[in-house]
Each structure stands twice: as structure tokens, then as C-alpha cells.
């Protein structure tokens, strides 16, 4: 990663101005990452920008012990109001709140968790690695609501078979329609006995499991910065900026084509220009919509901004015991054991039937083995401390993860009276989940109760209070795709309805999310993207 270091800054900004790109992509993460990775291998020559600067491992990724910090590890870091995963351990990875605001009416908070560093959220996703189907790529033909995707599944299949082996995602192969199996380092684990319990009950209910899909990448490290940008630079084809932060994308007033980008420096606030045949955006879906406002470009559909959408997360939604493992009589055993261990029930609800009242699905990603917190006990002191004891290793618990409707009104816009630590005029988000949300959401605390009364579960609580949207951190839609400049900004290649040498490879040209998590489907369309551009660009098209 020497190109990406700072202490080569300058001859960077040397080579900068003597080469000539063909590409200028913006950002790092894995969206940016991959576009870098793919046309730097067909011999494209790139520039990437990124706000953040290069991590340093050995320096910045200090432990340090909760006694050192002010709150001992508990204190809430004003500057990340919203980021609700932010501790006192790990404030420094988040983007500083202060620095870089949004705005959104009081009654509807919205969680928006950034990372500006090379390699973006790459750094520290949770990896969990999943397909779309065609049951959201042809989600309007299904059940009516919304818009298809301008392409299906068989469009994405050969670029996700590609993308998996890179992140090295680990799986079982399950012949799922809804969860189409990928290339995978094939999960032979057993199951505990509670978890075959589980299954068991779920699939008398003609509910299916199967296990986590993770990427294993290097090490457990899945990020663009070890897995896509080393390859990408390898081939002396990437110049790599960082703490550059792009304010605005820059039109040729002649050819109405885009040339290129002005940008200011992190730290000294100076502003430059970049200049490319092509403009990449990677910036991750609000951040690459927010530029594309700010730049008044590529919303002649007037759908810029709109269709905000990612997954609902309730966590701890229900949380029980399993008895015969009550007061460590059954300690962890991940294959073979009594209890411990996971597993992910992806959607299963309006697939074949037709739900009252609601549309699409969820998928829970659930445990056994764990210990139930203190708050589920009505008890003091002693009592308290022996039933926390008592159960410790004996819970289960799941994560709700349910789709979220794209919607036209769920839309962010510039809000012209406040700007950022450099000018730049930030995001207003305006979003709600609506009773399609809540009602899916009381499904699926029903049906987990049901299914942990099947096995023999004491169940300790359940609530389906979802966290404000944001908090899954997976938005979507803002820049969506479509057949049609007059209802989508992109088309089927990710390239800009109204300048054909814009694409942008993100979240934002997501049509409809499901209910899985959107990474590889992410780094698989920002991959054919760049397939599709190195291909115009050979035919001098673009
Ligand atoms: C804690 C956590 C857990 C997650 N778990 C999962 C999971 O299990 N599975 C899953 O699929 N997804 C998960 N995600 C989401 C996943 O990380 C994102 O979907 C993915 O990384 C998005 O990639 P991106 O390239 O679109 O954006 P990012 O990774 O955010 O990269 C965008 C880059 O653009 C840069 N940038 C932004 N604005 C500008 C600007 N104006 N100028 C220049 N550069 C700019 C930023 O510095 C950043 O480096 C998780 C995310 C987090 C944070």
C-alpha cells in the first residue's frame, strides 16, 4: 500500500499532475475498491480520492485498557450522537459528527454510520456475505409493488461466482431459491443439539436454515484494503490520494461529459482539481447521492435522492433459556455439543404465500450459548446474581434483519444552510419505517416465540422495537438503476442516464435491498460495471 501512504503525498500529487487517467474513481471502500481492482487489470490507468487517510495498524490500532479512558469504556463520544455501535474503544473509526453533519427532523432520526479512512467500512464490516434473487431482482413480478431491477439474478451470477473467492466466503450450499448458493469454501461444522433442535422446529414449519455466510478473507480481514486495492496497485495501473475530499464533480460545458473533480485537501482545507476521461463514484450510497446533488448533475429524472432504503434490525428480539442447560450443565460445544453455535433463517414469508399484512420478508440470524443480561431477571442483589449465573451459557437469542420498501418519499436532499468542516453542504434525511416494517416485525417475534415454546425454551423476553433506520448501516436506493432515464438515474451498468462517462458503483443503485445484507452484491455490480466501461472505453465509446 505504498502508493496510499501519506509520506509519498507529494510525489503523489507530482504524479498526478503528470499522468494522464482514464478513471478517476471516488473512494476506497468496497465499492471503489473493486472498480479500482477490475480496470486496473485490464490496463486502465486510475486515480482514486479518498476523504480519509491510510490506516496505520501498528500505530493506530492500540489496545487500550478501560481504566486509561475517561468513561472507562461506557461514555457516549458526543461527536457520534447517532452511532449507536460506537464505544469509547473504537470513537476513532467513525466519522467525527461534528465534522461532517446531517440534518433530520427530531421525529425521525435517522442512524447514519460513516467511516472515511482508505478502505472505507471494509475495515470492519461483520462480513456476512450473501446473493440477492430473483425475488428481489423481480420483486414487481412477484407481488406488484415497486420496480424490478433492470437485470435478474442471471445477470449478477457470474460476477458474484467471481467476487466470492476473492473474499473467500464460507457457507453450506443449501439449493435455496430466496438465498442462491455461491462459490464457497464449503461450512462442515455439526450442529449443537439445542441448534438441531432449532432447525427441527423450524422446518416442521416448512421454515429452512442454513449457516452463516462469512467472508474469511485474509486472516478474517475482508476489506478492500488487503483483498482488492494491493492487486489493484500491483499493476502500476493506481495512484491512490487520500484526505482528499471530493466536493463537487465537474462538467464539460461543451460535450455536457463529465472531466473530471474538485476536491480539497483533509487538512489544509486547499482546493484542487482532478481531471479523467471517466468519473467513478464509490463514495457509499448518501455520500456519492450528496455529491451528485451538490454537483447538480445526472437528476434530469428527478428520482435523485429518492427511495431510501436498507434492512430493519432488532436486536436481542427474543431472548430465552434453554432449561437443561441451566447452571452449567451443559458447557459450549459448537459441533457435537449440547449447545452453541448459529445459524441464519433466511426469508421464508411470502415466497409461496401470501402474508395479510405485509409484503416481502426477514431473516434472523440467531445463537445458542450465549448468557442472557442482567435486565431479564425481576430480581436484587443475591437472587439477581444467582439466576444470571444460573443461565450463563444456557441463552438463545436472535437478530432481526427485515426488508425495508423502497419508497419515493423516504428521500435525502442538500440542505443549503449547514455545511461540513470544509464547506460542502450536508444531507437532510427524511425516512420513516411504516406499518408494512411493524407488522413484519410482530411476525417475527411471534414466530420465534413459537418456535422456542416447540423446542422447550423458557422465553425471558421479547420486543420488536427496531433501532431508527440507518443503524443496519446498509443504505440503499438513493441513486437507483432502472430500464428508463425518466424513472431511475443509472441504467443497467451502473453508468448515468444523462452523462454516459458517470457511473456509480454503490448501494445507491440498489432497486430493493431484501433482507439480506448488500456487500457482495455490491462489490459484484461495482465489478461488472467496470467490465462493461473497460469494454466501452476499448471500443472508444466512452
Ligand atoms: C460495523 C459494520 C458492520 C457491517 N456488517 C456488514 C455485513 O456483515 N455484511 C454486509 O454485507 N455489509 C456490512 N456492512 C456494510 C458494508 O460495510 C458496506 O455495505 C460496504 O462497505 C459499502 O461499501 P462502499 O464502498 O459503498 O462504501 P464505504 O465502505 O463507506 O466507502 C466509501 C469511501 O468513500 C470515501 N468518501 C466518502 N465521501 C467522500 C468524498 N466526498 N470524497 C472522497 N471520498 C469520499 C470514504 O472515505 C470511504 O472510504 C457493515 C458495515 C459496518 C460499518
Known amino acids: 500500500m505504498a502508493a496510499a501512504g501519506c509520506t509519498g503525498c507529494r510525489s503523489i500529487k507530482k504524479r498526478m499532475a503528470e499522468t ?77 459528527e461534528t465534522q461532517v453533519p446531517y440534518t433530520h427532523d427530531p421525529k425521525e432520526p435517522y442512524n447514519w454510520v460513516r467511516v472515511r479512512m482508505i478502505g472505507g467500512k471494509s475495515l470492519f464490516w461483520a462480513r456476512m456475505s450473501f446473493r440477492l434473487s430473483d425475488y428481489e431482482f423481480r420483486a414487481k413480478d412477484h407481488d406488484g409493488y415497486g420496480d424490478n431491477w433492470p437485470i435478474s439474478y442471471s445477470d449478477l451470477a457470474p460476477y458474484y461466482d467471481q467476487v466470492e473467492p476473492i473474499f473467500r ?87 455536457g461529459l463529465a472531466n473530471g473533480v474538485n476536491f480539497l485537501d483533509r487538512q489544509s482545507h486547499r482546493e484542487m482539481h482532478a481531471t479523467a476521461r471517466v468519473v467513478v463514484v464509490g463514495a457509499s450510497c448518501l455520500e456519492s ?21 436498507d434492512q430493519f434490525y432488532i436486536t436481542q428480539s427474543v431472548q430465552a433459556v434453554v432449561p437443561e442447560a441451566r447452571d452449567g450443565k451443559s458447557p459450549n460445544g459448537f459441533s457435537g455439543g449440547f449447545i452453541g453455535g448459529g445459524g441464519y433463517m433466511p426469508r421464508f414469508r411470502n415466497l409461496k404465500t401470501k402474508e395479510k399484512n405485509f409484503l416481502r420478508g426477514y431473516a434472523l440470524d440467531w445463537s445458542t450459548g450465549g448468557s442472557p443480561d442482567a435486565k431479564y431477571f425481576p430480581l436484587y442483589g443475591e437472587a439477581l446474581q444467582k439466576a444470571v449465573e444460573s443461565c450463563r451459557g444456557a441463552g438463545f437469542s436472535c437478530t432481526v434483519m427485515g426488508e425495508v420498501l423502497p419508497r419515493a418519499d423516504s428521500q435525502v436532499r442538500v440542505n443549503k444552510t449547514v455545511t461540513d468542516a470544509w464547506g460542502i453542504p450536508v444531507l437532510h434525511i427524511q425516512t420513516h419505517y411504516t406499518s408494512n416494517e411493524f407488522n413484519m416485525a410482530k411476525d417475527a417475534i411471534a414466530t420465534l416465540e413459537e418456535l422456542c415454546h416447540t423446542c422447550g425454551w423458557e422465553v425471558l423476553g421479547r420486543h420488536d422495537q427496531m433501532f431508527p433506520p440507518g443503524y443496519s448501516i446498509h443504505e440503499l436506493g438513493t441513486c437507483r438503476m432502472g ?53 466501452q472505453m476499448r471500443k472508444g465509446e466512452i
Request: charged fraction near 20%; hydrophobic fraction near 35%; charge should be positive.
Open 20 to 96: 494522464k487517467y482514464d478513471v478517476l474513481i471516488i473512494g476506497s471502500g468496497a465499492s471503489g475498491g473493486m472498480a479500482a481492482y477490475a480496470l486496473t487489470k485490464k490496463g486502465v490507468k486510475c486515480l482514486m480520492l479518498d476523504a480519509g487517510p491510510p490506516i496505520d495498524f501498528e500505530r493506530q490500532r492500540v489496545n487500550k485498557s478501560a481504566h486509561e479512558l475517561p468513561f472507562r469504556g461506557f461514555g457516549k463520544p458526543g461527536k457520534l450522537s447517532h452511532v449507536f455501535q460506537a464505544t469509547e474503544f473504537n470513537a476513532n473509526q467513525w466519522v467525527d
Open 169 to 255: 466466503v464460507r457457507g453450506r450450499r443449501d439449493g435455496l431459491m430466496q438465498l442462491p448458493d455461491g462459490v464457497f469454501i464449503e461450512d462442515t461444522s455439526g450442529e449443537s443439539e439445542c441448534n438441531k433442535r432449532f432447525i427441527a422446529a423450524a422446518r416442521e414449519r416448512g421454515i429452512p436454515n442454513t449457516k452463516m455466510r462469512t467472508s474469511m478473507g485474509r486472516g478474517q480481514f475482508a476489506s478492500s484494503f488487503n483483498l482488492l486495492l494491493p492487486d489493484a496497485l500491483a499493476t502500476g495501473n493506481l495512484t491512490i490520494v487520500p484526505n482528499a475530499v471530493v466536493r463537487e464533480i465537474t462538467v464539460d460545458k461543451n460535450t
Open 289 to 309: 447521492t450528496r455529491l451528485l446533488l451538490n454537483s447538480g448533475i445526472a437528476n434530469s429524472s428527478g428520482v435523485l435522492g429518492h427511495y431510501l432504503h
Open 483 to 535: 430500464d428508463s432515464p425518466k424513472t431511475s438515474v443509472l441504467n443497467k451498468w451502473n453508468q448515468s442516464w444523462d452523462i454516459k462517462n458517470l457511473f456509480v458503483v454503490d448501494g445507491s443503485s440498489f432497486v430493493t435491498g431484501g433482507s439480506q445484507n448488500p456487500t457482495m452484491t455490491i462489490l459484484s455490480l461495482s465489478m461488472r460495471a467496470s467490465d462493461y466501461l473497460a469494454e
